[in-house]
């Protein structure tokens, strides 16, 4: 899910490079502006009050402000927003004003702020206003809020897929470092892979997505399967395509031969006059759940000898000429 980005220095009016006295004088004056007790009624007030509070919760603070500066110069108002990957992992405590006062935000900040900061939308209010006016004291408290699900791509290749069993993935995620930028770390989980999985089928890891909100419960890991291109099967649907290729004459007297599968080699017969194109199946060795497997299917190839002993050449000459078929009727 997208949001919309929000220019916190817009809303306050300042300039990125602003001291921390221009951007609190900035936001007192809006304050005083649009606060719901000056303003009763007026709805309009009373959403630049919430916005301007949200704006100096982020800007106030050195570190949420330094991990909003990472978004860049790229984004405008009014873009859809997705925070870049590892932010979901960034997580700020939260509290109330302390110390002189402070002011009662109402219904909490945006779903820009709670996707970027790691929900901090409580219904408390917003921290850190203090000056004439009193208007009212209280301050913020996160509520215990779900990680996010996160989802990501994990390929394996067709015999894994088809044999199923457990495996160690190894993911890269980013985690808060000590100066408050987001660094790469490796972790490793173990997976069981279901017999037969198929191509886009997701396994759902339990709890090993976004960490919640203090007292929440993490989301949940989409491993999102990727099949990994193999040199001798192709995959359609949950059927596996292998190529056989034979000589013209097994293909017109017929052959025994031997066939790879995902599940180990099978002897193959293959009936008389068979044409190149045609398909044989070989039940159960394709992908999906026990009941419900694919097959096997085997394309007859006829591949015909590039270079000719002149024995072989004499041998096919009298074939022409002492056969009836036509292959264009």
Do not use: C
Not at 7 to 13: A, E, P, R, V
Not at 89 to 109: E, I, P, W
Not at 293 to 314: F, W
């Amino acid at each position: 899910m997208s949001v919309e980005y929000k220019d916190y220095y817009k809303i306050l009016g300042v300039g990125k490079q602003a001291t921390q006295d221009e951007i609190s004088k900035a936001f007192k004056k809006l304050a005083r502006k649009h606060h719901p007790d000056l303003n009763p009624g007026d709805k309009s007030a009373e959403a630049k009050f919430k916005e301007a509070g949200e704006a100096y919760e982020v800007l106030k603070d050195p570190e949420k402000r330094k991990l909003y500066d990472q978004l860049g110069p790229n984004w405008q108002q009014g873009q859809n927003f997705q925070p870049p990957p590892g932010f979901e992992n960034m997580r700020f405590n939260f509290s109330g004003g302390g110390g002189g006062g402070g002011f009662s935000g109402g219904a909490g900040f945006s779903d820009f702020f709670e996707t970027l900061f790691g929900g901090g939308g409580a219904r408390g209010g917003f921290s850190g206003f203090q000056g004439g006016g009193g208007f009212g004291g209280g301050g913020f408290q996160q509520r215990p809020r779900r990680g996010q699900d996160v989802e990501v791509t994990y390929e394996i290749g067709l015999e894994q897929a088809f044999a199923g069993g457990p495996q160690s993935v190894n993911l890269q995620e980013h985690v808060p470092g000590a100066d408050g930028y987001p660094v790469m770390q490796t972790r490793t989980l173990k997976v069981n892979v279901p017999p037969g999985i198929k191509d886009g089928q997701k396994i759902r890891l339990a709890g090993q997505g976004s960490p919640g909100a203090p007292g929440g419960e993490p989301g949940d890991l989409y491993l999102r399967i990727k099949l990994a291109p193999h040199p001798q099967f192709k995959v359609k649907e949950d059927n596996v395509v292998y190529d056989l290729a034979l000589a013209p004459w097994e293909a017109a007297l017929g052959a025994t031969v031997r066939v790879p599968t995902l599940d180990g080699a099978v002897e193959m017969k293959i009936p008389p006059g068979v044409g190149s194109g045609a398909k044989l199946r070989v039940r159960g060795k394709g992908l999906g759940t026990a009941g419900r497997r694919g097959d096997q299917m085997v394309r007859i190839m006829i591949q015909t000898p590039k270079a000719l002993s002149e024995e072989e050449r004499g041998l096919w000459e009298k074939l022409a000429k002492a056969s009836s078929f036509n292959p264009r009727p």
